[in-house]
């Protein structure tokens, strides 16, 4: 039990600093609210009414944003077989060629349906 004292003790000040910080923010902090503070924020974009029945939404921005994502997290893939790609060998060299072929493959599906042009 001697060996738990000490994450138990970090795991007690980390929710005290927590609570803490919270109390804190809501009394000391500002207590002047507006209408634009309480408005939803839409990435810059002013926020219009949608129709009753339906409408289409703007996703532009949210599939640039995740693309970047998905091809970003990809390439970090590309860090570890760089610095051992001597110690891989033949094995490393075809894994990374299959890995890349596959990006390859989903970066030219994007282009080929218009995802990275900025209209």
């Given at each position: 039990m001697n060996v738990y004292v000490p994450i138990l003790v970090l795991g007690v000040i980390a929710v005290v600093f927590a609570v803490f910080s919270v109390f804190i923010a809501s009394a000391v902090g500002p207590q002047r609210y507006n209408r634009a503070k309480l408005d939803a924020y839409e990435c810059g974009i002013?926020?219009?009414p949608q129709p009753s029945g339906g409408?289409?939404?703007?996703?532009?921005?949210?599939?640039?944003?995740?693309?970047f994502i998905?091809?970003?997290i990809e390439i970090v893939f590309l860090y570890p077989w760089a610095i051992h790609f001597d110690a891989l060998g033949l094995f490393g060299l075809a894994a990374m060629a299959l890995f890349i072929f596959n990006?390859?493959?989903?970066?030219?599906?994007?282009?080929?349906?218009?995802g990275l042009s900025w209209d």
């Amino acid at each position: 039990m001697n060996v738990y004292v000490p994450i138990l003790v970090l795991g007690v000040i980390a929710v005290v600093f927590a609570v803490f910080s919270v109390f804190i923010a809501s009394a000391v902090g500002p207590q002047r609210y507006n209408r634009a503070k309480l408005d939803a924020y839409e990435c810059g974009i002013e926020p219009t009414p949608q129709p009753s029945g339906g409408g289409r939404f703007p996703v532009k921005y949210y599939l640039t944003a995740m693309l970047f994502i998905i091809f970003g997290i990809e390439i970090v893939f590309l860090y570890p077989w760089a610095i051992h790609f001597d110690a891989l060998g033949l094995f490393g060299l075809a894994a990374m060629a299959l890995f890349i072929f596959n990006v390859s493959v989903a970066y030219a599906y994007e282009w080929r349906r218009g995802g990275l042009s900025w209209d």
